[in-house]
């Protein structure tokens, strides 16, 4: 059992950078492929980006490419999204998750609360 913690979100202006981290309380993020993603008010959860285990390989949403950047210290049991130039429309609830399936996809094994994140204009 993997119990997926979020943090790192909070209040911030257009254009400013956050860095969001996700780790797991309880097991193990080793062979674990894992992802972050998204839920604006009033809307679905949406991918944002993932990385697979066994091989680094990374993807990104289109509307994240260039600003936002994933990465793991696996020695720390945790991932991180790195998010710079920020926009209002990234305000959103942000949650990580982990699964045995090849990113990118939505399929997840367990996922965090969540963080939200709120870009002030």
């Known amino acids: 059992q993997v119990q997926l913690v979020e943090s790192g979100g909070g209040l911030v202006q257009a254009g400013d950078s956050l860095r969001l981290s996700c780790a797991a309380s309880?097991?193990?993020?080793?062979?674990?492929?894992m992802g972050w993603f998204r839920q604006p008010p009033g809307k679905e959860r949406e991918f944002l980006a993932g990385i697979n285990w066994i091989d680094g390989s990374i993807s990104y949403t289109d509307s994240v490419k260039g600003r936002f950047t994933i990465s793991r210290a696996s020695a720390k049991n945790t991932v991180y999204l790195q998010m710079s130039s920020l926009k209002v429309e990234d305000t959103a609830v942000y949650y990580c998750?982990?699964?045995?399936?090849?990113?990118?996809?939505?399929?997840?094994?367990?996922w965090g609360k969540g963080t939200l994140v709120t870009v002030s204009s």
């Open positions: 309880t097991g193990t993020l080793t062979y674990y492929n």
């Open positions: 998750g982990a699964t045995n399936k090849r990113m990118p996809t939505s399929t997840m094994n367990y």
